[in-house]
């Protein structure tokens, strides 16, 4: 089956004064259809500027030097360019429709003025024209089931919605309209954990139900860990690895993975001490000769610091983009069987 996305070598750089940062420094990966794809990665490693790369909302310092991206088989980007048809880039045409976003702050994305009610209504209206006034009318009211918001809350403005249910009332908007794909950049991280859980549990149910494809941007790696089958962990705008989110748990390879991860170092001393990691300044880390994450590795070796890491193939899915994937995936197997 075609995969519903398909991501080829894409590359993002932001202009500041004259200085360019590689956000996003040759991404792959591909999400079948019904999929759900996490993505980590601590803060500043490019997951939302991968994310706006996807859907083209890039801010206007932004530029797609290369890559191509295919939806549902049919190129949208191409040479970091987006195809145009009729007149019209064909993200465009996808994007609300068939692929819906989710974002961080959902103060920001919500018309403050307007109930949300009346957006739901807007956003159908706009999309769907045939509609009438009563499918609408129960589209919404099935919709705000779904997502978890009493009826009574139907009619009120954003600023009179608590955190999470302004949070569930952008996942209701962005679901109007009943779309393939989901891209939800840090949906919960404003809230409380006992809310995150529940609507992260929510966008599980939903995607169970209406067979939606989920890109999970997060820092968080329990919430991805749930909500998703495959974890790609993003550093300084690489995927360092990516694997089915049990092989990740249970065998990270990248020593980056491994700290995200609290995973048992075998190398105890030093592996130990990554665990608390100086923020990564990712134009520097970028722009390094070798592999990125050498730096800060304290398995790191000349090789390291000289030859960038190929892709290590480690079977099933699991790729990883270390000198010596292959023997820490085998080190952290070996832990847990000890554990055991
Ligand atoms: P967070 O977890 O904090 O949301 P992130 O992984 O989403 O981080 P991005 O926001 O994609 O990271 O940022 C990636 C890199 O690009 C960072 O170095 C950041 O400083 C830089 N960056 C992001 N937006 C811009 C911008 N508009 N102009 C210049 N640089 C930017
Ligand atoms: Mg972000």
């Not at 949208?76 to 976003?101: C, N, Y």
């Not at 109930?115 to 006034?133: C, E, K, N, Y």
């Not at 860990?225 to 249970?250: H, K, L, N, Q």
Request: charged share 20%; with cysteine; hydrophobic share 40%.
């Amino acid at each position: 089956e075609t995969p519903i996305l398909q991501v080829e070598d894409l590359r993002l750089e932001y202009t500041v004064g004259n200085r360019r940062i590689a956000a996003v420094d040759g991404v792959s990966f591909s999400l079948p259809r019904g999929g759900a794809l996490g993505i980590v990665g601590e803060s500043g490693c490019g997951k939302s500027s991968l994310g706006s790369a996807l859907l083209q909302t890039m801010p206007n310092n932004a530029e797609l030097t290369a890559g191509n991206v295919r939806y549902d088989g049919r190129a949208i980007i191409l040479g970091g360019k987006p195809v145009v048809e009729g007149g019209r880039s064909r993200i465009d045409a996808l994007r609300w429709t068939r692929i819906a976003t989710i974002f961080q702050s959902a103060m920001n994305a919500l018309n403050p003025v307007t109930t949300v009610r009346r957006q739901m209504m807007d956003a159908l209206r706009l999309h769907r024209p045939g509609i009438s006034r009563a499918d609408a009318t129960d589209r919404i009211s099935e919709v705000f089931d779904m997502i978890g918001i009493p009826r009574s809350r139907m009619n009120a403005y954003p600023h009179q919605l608590s955190g999470g249910m302004r949070q569930r009332a952008m996942i209701a908007l962005s679901l109007i309209l009943e779309p393939e794909l989901v891209i939800a950049d840090e949906p919960t991280t404003a809230l409380d954990m006992l809310i995150q859980d529940q609507i992260l549990g929510e966008i599980a149910d939903l995607r169970e139900r209406l067979n939606l494809s989920l890109i999970l941007v997060s820092h968080d790696m329990g919430a991805v860990a749930e909500s998703c089958e495959v974890v790609a962990v993003m550093y300084a705008g690489r995927i360092v690895e990516i694997a089915p989110t049990r092989r990740i748990f249970d065998n990270p390879a990248h020593p980056y993975s491994r700290t995200l991860i609290g995973a048992l170092p075998s190398l105890t001393g030093p592996l130990e001490k990554l665990e608390s990691l100086p923020a990564t300044d990712t134009a520097a880390a970028a722009a390094a000769t070798g592999c990125r994450f050498a730096h800060a590795c304290l398995a790191a070796t000349d090789l390291c610091r000289k030859t960038t890491p190929p892709a290590m193939n480690l079977g099933g899915g699991h790729v990883c983009e270390c000198h010596y994937a292959e023997d820490f995936a085998a080190e952290t197997a070996a832990d847990k069987r000890e554990v055991r």
